[in-house]
């Protein structure tokens, strides 16, 4: 059977590491979209258009060592905006998602705009303080000067812009089920999207 699963959720909510396990667990391909705009937010931070750092994004661009810096989420957020960016990156998170092993895509819009046919869509979320507080411990061996307050304004205004934009905005899909993972461990908010997964799946059948 083929599964495709859409991940949605703010910065720092536990989706990546979801979208991961979810993905080892049912043996299926993952991508992480948010990868994808931070990759065109550098590649334009070092003079490109976005529209053609968009258009040719290539794998090497995503195995880039500096995108998961704090400056590149934020220049992600700043591209992101731009509709010609999101369109000219639609075709292949779709040929992602359709292929044949099925596959697991994380982001802002999969459940409502790429893949608004997911047969399971999950909105990971969790309050800012407790993005920031993890976000922080992220970062900070590689920016020991971080404070946590200055990730948390961060992280505030990157909800702002993500929710506000006017092309595909964070929302959680009207058919997505939200798991908060503010009081979850790793491992006990895993546990609930692989039981929520293999409900959905189990109600399909
Ligand atoms: O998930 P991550 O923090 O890597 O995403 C970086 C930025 O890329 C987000 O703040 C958001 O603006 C943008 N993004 C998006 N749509 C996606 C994935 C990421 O707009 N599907």
Redesign the pocket.
């Known amino acids: 059977m083929k599964l495709t699963i859409a991940i949605d959720g703010p910065?720092a909510a536990g989706?990546?590491t979801i979208s991961r396990a979810v993905a080892a667990h049912f043996g299926l391909a993952h991508l992480?979209?948010?990868?994808?705009?931070?990759a065109v937010g550098a590649r334009v931070a070092e003079g490109m258009e976005p529209l053609e750092a968009a258009q040719t994004l290539s794998e090497a661009d995503l195995a880039r060592s500096d995108l998961r810096s704090a400056a590149a989420?934020r220049a992600?957020?700043e591209v992101?905006?731009l509709p010609e960016v999101?369109a000219a990156l639609v075709d292949f998170q779709r040929a992602f998602a359709a292929r044949a092993g099925g596959a697991v895509l994380?982001?802002?819009?999969?459940g409502t705009v790429?893949c608004p046919d997911a047969d399971v869509k999950l909105f990971v979320t969790a309050s800012a303080e407790v993005r920031a507080h993890r976000r922080w411990l992220e970062l900070r061996a590689a920016e020991p000067d971080l404070r946590e307050a200055d990730v948390l304004a961060e992280l505030r205004a990157?909800d702002e812009?993500?929710s506000q934009r006017s092309t595909?905005p964070?929302r959680p899909a009207e058919d997505a089920v939200t798991l908060d993972t503010s009081k979850l461990s790793i491992e006990e908010a895993v546990a609930q999207a692989v039981e929520l997964v293999r409900r959905a799946v189990a109600g399909r059948e």
């Open positions: 910065a989706k990546g992480d979209t948010g990868l994808l705009y931070r989420g992600a957020s992101a905006a999101r994380d982001g802002r819009d999969i790429i990157r812009r993500d595909a964070l």
